[in-house]
């Protein structure tokens, strides 16, 4: 199974990610993990990506598509993958597309986690992560059972610089204008697979394994 999953930051694809991950037993690849575990370790790639996170930008297609695929080289991906947060622009898709080709490969599908605007703010705003494991929270939706601890290891749970506000309105900008055209360009191709993202967290997920079957792919 071979999914590219869409929506834009703040739909929730991080959480749905895992859930997916789990049952259909394939790598989750998040090129923000992937850059955010970059740049904990200070590499030459680390110290390059944050410039742009850190001002809401998007790294350069040319980095990030490199990154992408030796990723996708290794052998935990020959039985398929989950890309999140990537692609992000046509011109990475189109290099995904590329690269698979060049394997006799392709995607089984797009999945993208619909949410409107008005409800991403408020969501983003208030997710808060484990610097230590990853664990994701959100102080309304989801806390952790005790207030700034990571249920998971105990560690201090914190606000992502990129999840502040001025830098949220900033990514939406930019998801509206880069990566919203992907939605085309996998609906042309007749991959896309959508699902709505306001509902609760297990009911996104029951629809998105009607989606995708029973994993057998
Ligand atoms: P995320 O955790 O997916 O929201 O990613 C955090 C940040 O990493 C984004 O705001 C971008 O600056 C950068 N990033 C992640 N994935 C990509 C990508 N596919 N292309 C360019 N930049 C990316």
Redesign the pocket.
Known sequence: MKIVLLGP?GAGKGTQAKSICNRFSIPHI???DI?RNHISKRTPLGIEAKK??DR????SDEL?INLVEERLMQEDCKIGFLLD????TVI?AKALDEFLENKGEKLDTALLIDVPKDFIIERMSGRRVCLSCGASYHIKFNPPNYEGKCDVCGSDVTQRK?DKEETVKD?LQIYHDQTQPLINYYKVKEMLSIVDGTQAINDVFKNICDILGSGNK
């Open positions: 930051p998040s090129t923000g850059f742009s996170i809401g930008e998007l790294v990030t947060g990537f692609p992000r990475q990129d990514r």
